[in-house]
């Protein structure tokens, strides 16, 4: 093995050479140098506010739901390792991705039967949106090519998924003029659990029925918007965009990449609603954080509607596609969801979320606090300040990632009491100086 680069020189490099997720060139920032990772805790290469490991609030983004070097999933990994780490999936295939995708159909809605597997979650929703294009080319109606989506959403940073990013305000504002232009609702709504807004369900079907001749489909994040502001909204209105896309002949997507396996409390979020989209999105903790891996799903109505087409193949097909490595960790990895009690496990994170952050609400600055299953978010009335807020959060020996005006957390499901309670100091102090 090489020799250990010194903490030091290593963030020199890092400042010189890497270019970190939505920062500039060079960095402004010093990210903290992570030597290992084990459980819920991160090992710094050297302290940090007087801290050597880190609670991890984050669930890396929101995938590593079985927290770190988790022995299964490691034996997964080897176990594939040395069978083969991949091979091309044209004309080829393998068992790993043949149980993933037979694992994705018994576990999602059912008329959902045919499995995509992509390299990340953005690029599931591109596949999506070109499900969606080439069966309305396939069927003759070539017109119905754009997408309705509401605003405050995020759906990744590849292009199509940046056109139905909230289009003000947004990550992606700056593309604005050169995007695809879609049509966009009014966000829906807050509250998970208030009663539904009979103007905006009717704001909603007016929509699809106005645009219904050139829209493909409707495209969500169903119940929460993710990366957008992490904001709840009622199931019901799901259920308002199934009835207006069968009843105006649409396409109905739910991305689920943030959503799904269990974070909302419902394996997917399309559950709350008991309601089934034609095109599902699922990603982020569907390897458990360890590889990058997601997949598009969709009824036999979509894919027989492209297959006999003049065009009969989607046309789509990444070098990576089916990855037998990430393949066998993504089935260990919901195996390991399955073979516990996970629902219990979010109501106990949630619980603790929700005691927790009870004081923040009396933060000087805060709008407002939410939990649903294991997410915790705190609201301030301004933009957050992340580098202070980041600071905070490490001097009480916790990980987070501010963002916007806010602060939240999506432990990963081992996480104890102990720890939850941790972070929700962190929380609320970050809160507080941010």
């Known amino acids: 093995m090489p020799d250990r680069i010194d903490p030091a020189r290593l963030r020199a490099l890092d400042r010189a050479h890497v270019w970190h997720p939505y920062g500039p060139m060079p960095g402004r920032q010093e990210p903290l140098v992570v030597e290992s990772a084990s459980g819920v805790r991160l090992r710094l290469a050297e302290p940090a506010h007087g801290r050597t490991e880190l609670v991890d609030g984050m669930s890396s983004w929101w995938s590593a739901v079985h927290g770190y070097n988790h022995p299964v999933l490691n034996e997964a990994a080897r176990d594939q390792l040395d069978r083969m780490s991949h091979v091309m999936f044209g004309g080829l295939t393998h068992e790993p991705a043949v149980r993933l995708a037979t694992r994705l159909v018994e576990i999602t809605p059912e008329p959902l039967q ?22 309305w080319r396939s069927a003759g109606r070539p017109a119905k090519r754009r997408l309705l989506t ?61 645009h219904a001749d050139e829209l493909a489909a409707v495209i969500v994040e169903p119940v929460v ?56 999105c699922v990603g982020k903790a569907l390897t458990g954080g360890y590889l990058t891996l997601a997949a598009t799903l969709c009824t036999s109505r979509v894919a027989e509607g492209i297959s006999s087409g003049d065009v009969p193949v989607l046309a789509h097909g990444p ?23 996970w629902e219990l496990e979010v109501k106990r994170i949630g619980a603790g979320l929700r005691r927790g952050l009870a004081e923040a609400a009396g933060v000087p600055g805060v709008r407002d606090v939410r939990v649903l299953g294991a997410i915790g978010v705190v609201q301030l009335d301004h933009e957050v300040d992340m580098a202070a807020a980041t600071r905070a959060a490490v001097r009480e020996g916790v990980w987070l990632r501010p963002f916007r005006d806010l602060v939240y957390t999506m432990p990963p499901y081992v996480t104890g009491d102990d720890d939850v309670a941790r972070i929700c100091r962190a929380v609320c102090a970050a809160a507080k100086e941010g």
């Not at 045919?114 to 069966?135: I, N, P, R, T, W």
């Not at 008991?274 to 599902?280: K, N, Q, T």
């Open 225 to 280: 918007q993710g990366a957008g502001g992490m904001r709840f909204h009622s199931p019901a209105y799901l259920r308002v965009l199934r009835e207006a896309c069968d009843e105006h002949d649409v396409l109905l997507v739910f991305d689920e990449i943030a959503t799904g396996f269990g974070r909302t409390g419902q394996l997917f979020a399309a559950g709350h609603a008991g309601v089934s989209p034609d095109v599902m």
């Open 319 to 341: 070098t990576f596609m089916g990855n037998p490595l990430a393949s066998a960790v993504a089935c260990a990895s919901v195996d390991l969801l399955l073979g516990q009690d």
């Open 114 to 135: 045919h499995v995509f597997l992509a390299d990340s979650g953005s690029v599931s929703v591109e596949v999506a949106v070109k499900m969606c294009l080439q069966y």
């Open 150 to 210: 509401w605003r405050g959403g995020y759906h990744g940073d590849t292009w199509q998924p940046m056109s139905v990013c909230d289009p003000e305000g947004g990550m992606h504002e700056l593309w604005s003029g050169s995007l695809p232009r879609q049509v966009f609702a009014d966000a829906p709504p807050d509250g998970f659990d208030a009663e539904p807004d009979e103007a905006y369900a009717r704001h909603l079907r007016e929509l699809v029925a106005s």
